[in-house]
């Protein structure tokens, strides 16, 4: 499987981006996908993950109620909706997958997509 993440750019705070994480490869619908970013300086975090049927998600506290984790294993593509974007959400965000929603909590993963710059400004 090989992931490809897009939809990265440069917004002002309170904007809103979607991102994208395209998929090859025929197995990609038996996987959970998270996606995680990373700040200058900071250490990779999760930010939201998603089942391999998209029936559950799970999110880091720092974005409920604003980011939202979606799929379409049609299309191979997982999404992030990201709204109401602070300054503080500025990082590369990568897409990742593995073989369970768990292995996605623990950091267990098996593909890693490039990343995508999002950076919020002031």
């Known amino acids: 499987v090989q992931l490809q993440a897009s939809g990265g750019g440069l917004v002002q705070a309170g904007d809103s981006l979607r991102l994208s994480c395209a998929a090859s490869g025929r197995r990609f619908s038996r996987y959970a996908v998270g996606w995680f970013r990373q700040a200058p300086g900071k250490e990779r975090e999760l930010v939201a993950g998603?089942?391999?049927?998209?029936?559950?998600?799970d999110y880091a506290d720092s974005v409920k109620g604003r980011f939202t984790i979606s799929r379409d294993n049609a299309k191979q593509t997982v999404y992030l909706q990201m709204n109401s974007l602070k300054t503080e959400d500025t990082a590369v965000y990568y897409c990742?997958?593995?073989?369970?929603?768990?292995?996605?909590?623990?950091?267990?993963?098996?593909?890693w997509g490039k990343g995508t710059l999002v950076t919020v400004s002031s």
């Open positions: 990742g997958a593995g073989a369970t929603m768990g292995s996605i909590m623990t950091d267990d993963i098996l593909y």
């Open positions: 998603i089942s391999w049927s998209g029936g559950s998600t």
